[in-house]
């Protein structure tokens, strides 16, 4: 069946900030950009997740280093969460090439814990182009996107293929055909990117709609392009290896809200995170996180103006077990995101 579909609002990203610069782990951004969709999809999490986490964190691999999607989810598959691009220091800072920063100076919290995940390949290659297209389009239609991997082996095609991106506007297409059959030099190379989804109800102009990790040009506002359905999906070089590849993620994140503490004394009864005020944990808090707070008198005038959905409790007890008081603040103003609050008193 004939039809269209983007998986791009899943998706929390700034187009000129996706940008992995002379940093070779374009296989990262694709593989994070699937995470980023299926947290969403799966969990109603819309948040956009570090690249730099795995870039500096990852034991197996320099931070620059080329890679496949089974990399990516071996790393997570180990760690067993991913973390916001907001975290501290969890923006991306190796856009040089560099591993600018440590591991160890990444903020872990929040998180988002991951219960299981494995890549998958999607059956593209020996069954024709209709079964593959419809193999590929099956996973979009799970709401689950797709990294694509693709290699040139020659300078002519990376060529064409650089001034395509620098020059053309998001509604060209791209087709891989001309690269098949070509030996594989020394300047040959491959890259990775995002499919977020297609658009074939017009027979004469079917296309998989590609998120790269370039940034933006003049004429690619959102970061992408389009590569033609129409091509050869078993495409190889003289060497007879395959040219494209097609893999997607199988994962599934345990979520449960995060819980932060505020207490005066930031003792918070031997529980963390804890906070002094309560206004402090609502600016670090997640995308949805419950505060538990001590009982009694909180002289704050308290704002969320973020998309944060959030719980404050209010009168829980020194050592937290109970809440059987209550929470007195002056005032509570919500200009964006959502509170849902219990035991407290504005006064």
Not at 75 to 94: K, Q, T
Request: hydrophobic share 35%.
């Amino acid at each position: 069946l004939r039809g269209s579909l983007s998986l791009l609002g899943h998706l929390d990203y700034i187009p000129a900030e996706r940008d992995q610069g002379a940093c070779g782990n374009c296989w990262a951004w694709a593989g994070t950009g699937a995470m980023g969709i299926a947290l969403n999809v799966e969990e109603n999490v819309f948040d956009r997740l570090s690249v730099q986490f795995i870039s500096l964190c990852n034991a197996a691999k320099p931070c620059c280093e080329g890679g496949w999607l089974r990399d990516l989810a071996s790393f997570y598959s180990f760690e067993g969460y991913a973390i916001p691009w907001s975290n501290n220091n969890a923006d991306w800072r190796n856009r040089d090439g560099n591993c600018n920063g440590a591991c160890e100076e990444i903020a872990t919290f929040p998180d988002y814990p991951i219960q299981s995940i494995t890549a998958e390949s999607i059956l593209t290659h020996g069954v024709g182009r209709a079964q593959a297209i419809s193999n590929i389009k099956n996973l979009l239609n799970q709401n689950r996107a797709v990294w694509f991997g693709f290699f040139m082996g020659t300078q002519e095609d990376w060529d064409r293929f650089y001034t395509f991106w620098n020059t053309q506007s998001e509604a060209a297409l791209w087709n891989f055909d001309s690269s098949c059959d070509k030996p594989y030099t020394s300047a040959g190379g491959g890259h990775a990117v995002l499919c977020v989804g297609y658009d074939d109800t017009d027979p004469e102009n079917s296309y998989w709609i590609m998120l790269n990790s370039w940034g933006t040009t003049a004429g690619r506002p959102n970061g992408l392009f389009r590569v033609d359905m129409d091509m050869n999906y078993d495409c190889m070089d003289l060497d007879w290896e395959y040219n494209l590849y097609w893999q997607t993620l199988d994962i599934e994140f345990d979520i449960e809200d995060f819980v932060l503490y505020v207490d005066p004394s930031a003792s918070c009864g031997g529980h963390a995170p804890c906070y002094p005020a309560i206004q402090e944990a609502i600016d670090a808090a997640g995308s949805t996180a419950t505060l538990r707070i001590a009982e009694g008198r909180y002289h704050e005038a308290l704002a969320l103006n973020s998309g944060k959905t959030l719980t404050l409790e209010g009168g829980w007890d020194i050592s937290f077990t109970t809440q059987s008081s209550s929470t007195t603040i002056d005032s509570l103003t919500v200009t964006g995101g959502s509170v849902t609050v219990e035991y407290i008193n504005c006064r």
